[in-house]
T-cell receptor
Framework: SAVISQKPSRDICQRGTSLTIQCQVDSQVTMMFWYRQQPGQSLTLIAT?????????ESGFVIDKFPISRPNLTFSTLTVSNMSPEDSSIYLC???????????FGQGTRLTVV | GENVEQHPSTLSVQEGDSAVIKCTYSDSASNYFPWYKQELGKGPQLIID?????GEKKDQRIAVTLNKTAKHFSLHITETQPEDSAVYFCAASDQTGANNLFFGTGTRLTVIP
């Protein structure tokens, strides 16, 4: 499987500010996704990052709060806007190459909002 | 939508013993069932997966079984080692890959040396 690099790996942010997380894959992929993993909990899909078009958001997540970009087949960003302590989570980027290929994940970005 | 339940939430075993983690799913359309291992500070890593046309799959010390009728699947780790200590997630999807994956709540496995 390919390698996904996420930046930053962790950050501590003030409430009311925004943080952009970058996800870089070392080869072209068909699909890219963003997940949230709250402390001690499972993974919840935020959105599918569509190349060249607007992201597709899951129920409970909106573009104004989590704007996503995907300018090409190897890169995507997730912004967490106007942060509150409830946004403290691990944010994970995921991708696959389509067809019968498996999903693989980045190492995650651990966000703490104070 | 799909609902995946996972048990137990924590599991401690002695080194060398076996560990079993069980998951149930609700959507009969699900046909792909991966298992992920997440070590501290890392992202989930696929360790084994199974598709609904297969009842069992094995890879060295790891095996997964699937019962489509009962809608449950299990992860079996034999001869556990301390490096098996991690959080394990099951997932279900109606597609292969990262699309439409529904995750269980995770099992924290501790292997005691």
């Amino acid at each position: 499987s390919a390698v996904i690099s996420q930046k930053p790996s962790r950050d501590i942010c003030q409430r009311g500010t925004s943080l952009t997380i970058q996800c870089q894959v070392d080869s072209q992929v068909t699909m890219m996704f963003w997940y949230r993993q709250q402390p001690g909990q499972s993974l919840t899909l935020i959105a599918t990052a569509n190349q060249g078009s607007e992201a597709t958001y899951e129920s409970g997540f909106v573009i104004d709060k989590f704007p996503i970009s995907r300018p090409n087949l190897t890169f995507s960003t997730l912004t967490v806007s106007n942060m509150s302590p409830e946004d403290s989570s691990i944010y994970l980027c995921s991708a696959d190459r389509g067809g019968d290929t498996e999903a693989f994940f980045g190492q995650g970005t651990r966000l703490t909002v104070v | 939508g799909e609902n995946v339940e996972q048990h137990p939430s924590t599991l401690s075993v002695q080194e060398g013993d076996s560990a079993v983690i069980k998951c149930t799913y609700s959507d009969s359309a699900s046909n792909y069932f991966p298992w992920y291992k997440q070590e501290l500070g890392k992202g989930p890593q696929l360790i084994i997966d199974i598709r609904s046309n297969v009842g069992e799959k094995k890879d060295q010390r790891i095996a997964v079984t699937l019962n489509k009728t009962a809608k449950h699947f299990s992860l079996h780790i034999t001869e556990t080692q301390p490096e098996d200590s991690a959080v394990y997630f099951c997932a279900a999807s109606d597609q292969t890959g990262a699309n439409n994956l529904f995750f269980g709540t995770g099992t924290r496995l501790t292997v005691i040396p």
